[in-house]
């Protein structure tokens, strides 16, 4: 489903990866690990499209084509979202199918408010959802932008320490959601937590810095 092939990238010159080739099967789950400041973010940012590689390219396929992109959720970390922005939960939610909607449309079809509905039951958090997400606590805002990642039905779900802010329920809630979800879509997970996400993933790769990846399937 994607393939990095003889990627590399740098920051001012300073490499940060490397010679990075990573097959990513339909339905697989990764989780990415390694130290802080190695190139984790950075990889899946490569991914997204938020950031070219220097060298190398990334492909994508679908049902066994190639195809130029993927309908890709992503939950970036938590402190890079602007808590301040005047949105409820539920508009925030909404924006997840931004992509299937154009600007001048007047409203939201009843299917896809059947969507967001399912999601914001799925995630607990309809009670919150004309709250502004300026009032949200760290878990309630995760599970909001969680539950926008995964509206749109996406064939990839990217999600970057997603278990930050949460406390144990809410955290096994999520893993048990993400393998639910995994019977539908590839999922790619960045993580510390290495230990608990073992049960889950289907791949580890680890990231250090500007040496090789290496991606392990676990057993």
């Given amino acids: 489903m994607i393939?990095?092939?003889?990627?590399?990238?740098?920051?001012d010159n300073t490499p940060l990866l490397r010679d990075v080739n990573i097959t990513i099967e339909d339905s697989d789950f990764v989780a990415i690990t390694g130290c802080n400041g190695c190139g984790k973010t950075?990889?899946?940012?490569?991914?997204?499209g938020l950031?070219?590689?220097q060298r190398g390219k990334i492909l994508f396929s679908k049902e066994g084509k190639r195809v130029k992109h993927l309908a890709i959720g992503y939950l970036p970390q938590i402190s890079s979202i602007d808590r301040q922005f005047p949105i409820s939960v539920r508009e925030t939610v909404a924006l997840g199918l931004l992509d299937r909607n154009t600007i001048f449309r007047p409203s939201l079809t009843s299917s896809e408010h059947e969507r967001i509905n399912k999601?914001?039951?799925r995630m607990d958090i309809m009670s919150l959802a004309d709250k502004p997400i300026a009032e949200l606590s760290g878990g309630e805002l995760q599970r909001t932008m969680l539950a926008r990642a995964t509206v749109m039905q996406p064939d990839v779900l990217i999600l970057d320490e997603p278990n930050t802010y949460l406390d144990n329920t809410s955290e096994n809630r999520l893993y048990k959601y993400l393998e639910e979800l995994n019977g539908s879509c590839t999922i790619i997970l960045v993580t510390h937590d290495e230990h608990n996400i073992k049960k889950?993933?289907?791949h580890i790769a680890y990231v250090n810095g500007s040496e090789q990846i290496n991606m392990m399937p676990m057993l």
Avoid: G, M, Q
């Avoid at 393939?3 to 920051?11: A, G, M, P, T």
């Fill in 42 to 48: 950075t990889l899946i940012k490569l991914i997204l």
């Fill in 119 to 121: 999601v914001l039951n």
């Fill in 51 to 53: 950031l070219k590689p």
């Fill in 3 to 11: 393939e990095l092939k003889d990627i590399e990238f740098s920051y």
């Fill in 200 to 202: 889950l993933a289907k």
